[in-house]
């Protein structure tokens, strides 16, 4: 109560927001795939290689972030990752070749987890478990609604102003989001919880967790639907525009 004084659901709404840039980074440019390659010059293969570049640089920075927060604090955390996130969108919007889209592609997601671990961690150091169960429910209710509008928005905006509009309106996301996160988020980690950054015991920690049997089976249990998830994701552009020959303002459905 003394960090945050608003109704659950406020705070939930805001970190569901930190959650949702994930899937706005990549379900928004979607549509404009094919677009994309055309101007660029690139092969369906290369432009894949801008959303595996994503996933790869999301995946790999996840191991750090929680680290970086109860280090630093999640207001730092929270603000720099979207900070980078806009800048590199804007390196998106402006790319020349399918290479600078790859690099710049790698920093978004680099970037993007930040908010979707740390929102965590957030929930954590507030809520007792039986509330913080309550607020995480809310938190994914919001945060699904992300998948479902950004096609929308990117087939929109593809069609009527060109691929380039996708990444400066994720400029404005991060933007927006931002100053939002700058106003209105507490910092919840308690001066008492502070652990000071170590890359090595925290690498550590990651081994002992990979050799556990128990939280191997776990992750695959997760990790295994989220695949085939992204797999359907990553064939999209193709099977929808290709086989199933929708527009760019079709791929919402």
């Not at 994503?54 to 970086?68: E, I, K, P, Q």
């Not at 509330?131 to 429910?137: D, E, G, T």
């Not at 996708?166 to 008492?192: A, C, K, N, Q, Y």
Request: hydrophobic share 55%.
């Amino acid at each position: 109560s003394r960090v945050w004084r608003g109704p659950h659901w406020m705070l939930a709404a805001l970190l569901a927001c930190l959650s949702m840039l994930g899937p706005f980074s990549i379900d928004t440019y979607l549509p404009a795939f094919t677009g994309i390659a055309a101007s660029l010059g690139a092969t369906p293969v290369e432009m894949q290689q801008t959303l595996s570049a994503y996933l790869l640089g999301f995946a790999v920075m996840n191991l750090f972030h929680g680290a970086l927060a109860d280090s630093f604090g999640r207001r730092p955390v929270v603000l720099g990752g979207l900070a980078l996130f806009t800048l590199a969108s804007v390196g998106c919007a402006l790319s020349q070749s399918i290479g600078m889209l790859v690099f710049f592609r790698a920093v978004q997601g680099m970037s993007a987890g930040a908010g979707m671990v740390v929102s965590r961690a957030i929930i954590r150091d507030l809520f007792r478990p039986d509330q913080a169960q309550k607020v995480m429910s809310q938190v994914t209710i919001y945060f699904g609604v992300a998948p479902a509008i950004a096609p929308i928005i990117g087939g929109f905006l593809f069609v009527h102003a060109g691929w380039h509009a996708i990444f400066w309106f994720l400029v404005g996301v991060g933007v927006v989001l931002g100053l939002t996160m700058w106003r209105m988020l507490p910092e919840s980690l308690h001066p008492t919880q502070v652990q000071r950054f170590h890359a090595r015991p925290l690498l550590q920690g990651y081994a002992q967790m990979a050799g556990s049997p128990v939280f191997i089976a776990l992750a695959l249990a997760s990790g295994v639907p989220f695949n085939g998830m992204f797999l359907c994701v990553l064939s999209a552009p193709v099977f929808l525009g290709e086989h199933l020959h929708l527009g760019p303002t079709q791929f919402f459905w």
